[in-house]
Each structure stands twice: as structure tokens, then as C-alpha cells.
């Protein structure tokens, strides 16, 4: 930011409101042996939760932002977008939804008619919205690959008690060490 260009209009997220998600807690779990089907399960769900606390912060402390005054009156806007895969990202579009994309928030920024008192305002939220994308993006993808190895454990936990089944009452037989 520069100091003749004072942000004004846009407040960006601070390491407050990130706390509030008790964000240090997935990262933790990351690192640990996961022995079971369902510790994965959790984790993931604790991944997906995450995420979901992330897009309601953006939803209630951006999003409000990004449409309030001066921001509405530009023929871009910050909008939602949800996503096949259960997830929600912040894009830039056409308040029509005829185009989107950050080229339209670098047409914003290049326009001689966009007030140059607005300028870091505009750079704060696209900043804001990258960082929560990607946060968002990286949430979504770890509980997606959790559950995925939860499935794959299930899948060899399966097959393991088939086989300790079969044998009925004789011993289990450890494999030898090589």
C-alpha cells in the first residue's frame, strides 16, 4: 500500500479471525500415525469443516465488503461460486455473468476511470480472495485424499479379517521380518 493511497473500504481478514476457526489444530493432525479407517474420517471431517468455517468468513466478513459501497458501483463485482465438487470459491464476474475471471478485476485496476484512491482497496481484496481460495483449495483437497485413504484402509481392513476369518481358530501368523 502506499502511503499517499490510504485503504479505506476494505478491511482484509487479520490473524484474529482466523484464529476463531482453531485453524492449528488440522495442521497438527497432518502429522501423525494414522492407524485406522475412521481416525482418517475424522480428520477429514475435520478438514471439510474447515473449510466450510473459511467460506462462511468469507462470507460474512468479505463478501459484505466487496458489495458495500464504492465497490457496487463498478461493473465487476466479487461474487460466490460454488463448484461440482461441494466447495465454494470467490470469483470475479460481471454483475450479468456474462464473463469471469481475474482479467476483469485487471481491466479494474488498468482503467483510467477507476478512482486511484481505490486502487490498494482493490489490490486488499484480490489479495484477500486469492489467499482464501487457496486455503479453501487446500482444505477441500486434504479431506478429499483423508477420505480416500480412509477407503483404502476400510478396503485392507476388510480383507484382513476375510483372511482371520477363513482361518477360524488358528493363530495369526505374523510375516517374517526381512
Given at each position: 500500500?502506499?502511503?499517499?493511497m490510504p485503504?479505506?473500504?476494505?478491511?482484509?481478514l487479520?490473524q484474529q479471525?482466523?484464529l476463531r476457526?482453531e485453524?492449528?489444530a488440522?495442521l497438527?493432525g497432518?502429522l501423525?500415525?494414522f492407524?485406522?479407517?475412521?481416525a482418517?474420517?475424522?480428520?477429514a471431517?475435520?478438514?471439510f469443516?474447515?473449510r466450510?468455517?473459511?467460506?462462511?468468513l468469507?462470507?460474512r466478513q468479505?463478501?459484505?465488503q466487496?458489495s458495500?459501497h464504492p465497490f457496487h458501483?463498478?461493473p465487476?463485482?466479487?461474487?460466490?461460486q460454488k463448484?461440482?465438487?461441494?466447495?465454494?470459491?470467490?470469483?470475479?464476474?460481471?454483475?450479468?455473468?456474462?464473463a469471469?475471471?481475474?482479467?476483469?478485476w485487471q481491466?479494474l485496476?488498468?482503467?483510467?476511470?477507476?478512482?486511484?484512491?481505490?486502487?490498494?482497496d482493490?489490490?486488499a481484496?484480490e489479495?484477500?480472495?486469492?489467499a482464501?481460495?487457496?486455503?479453501i483449495?487446500l482444505?477441500?483437497?486434504?479431506?478429499?485424499q483423508?477420505?480416500?485413504?480412509a477407503?483404502?484402509?476400510?478396503q485392507?481392513e476388510?480383507a484382513?479379517?476375510?483372511r482371520?476369518?477363513a482361518l477360524?481358530s488358528?493363530?495369526?501368523?505374523r510375516?517374517?521380518?526381512?
Amino acid at each position: 500500500m502506499t502511503a499517499s493511497m490510504p485503504q479505506r473500504y476494505f478491511r482484509p481478514l487479520e490473524q484474529q479471525d482466523f484464529l476463531r476457526l482453531e485453524h492449528a489444530a488440522y495442521l497438527k493432525g497432518l502429522l501423525k500415525p494414522f492407524k485406522s479407517k475412521g481416525a482418517l474420517e475424522d480428520w477429514a471431517s475435520l478438514c471439510f469443516d474447515l473449510r466450510d468455517s473459511l467460506i462462511a468468513l468469507a462470507q460474512r466478513q468479505v463478501m459484505p465488503q466487496a458489495s458495500g459501497h464504492p465497490f457496487h458501483l463498478f461493473p465487476v463485482e466479487l461474487a460466490q461460486q460454488k463448484t461440482g465438487a461441494g466447495t465454494t470459491f470467490l470469483r470475479w464476474r460481471r454483475p450479468d455473468r456474462s464473463a469471469m475471471g481475474v482479467g476483469l478485476w485487471q481491466g479494474l485496476i488498468g482503467n483510467p476511470r477507476t478512482p486511484a484512491n481505490l486502487l490498494d482497496d482493490l489490490l486488499a481484496l484480490e489479495l484477500q480472495r486469492v489467499a482464501l481460495n487457496m486455503q479453501i483449495s487446500l482444505l477441500h483437497t486434504l479431506g478429499r485424499q483423508a477420505m480416500d485413504c480412509a477407503s483404502k484402509m476400510g478396503q485392507a481392513e476388510d480383507a484382513y479379517l476375510a483372511r482371520v476369518k477363513a482361518l477360524g481358530s488358528a493363530p495369526v501368523l505374523r510375516p517374517p521380518h526381512t
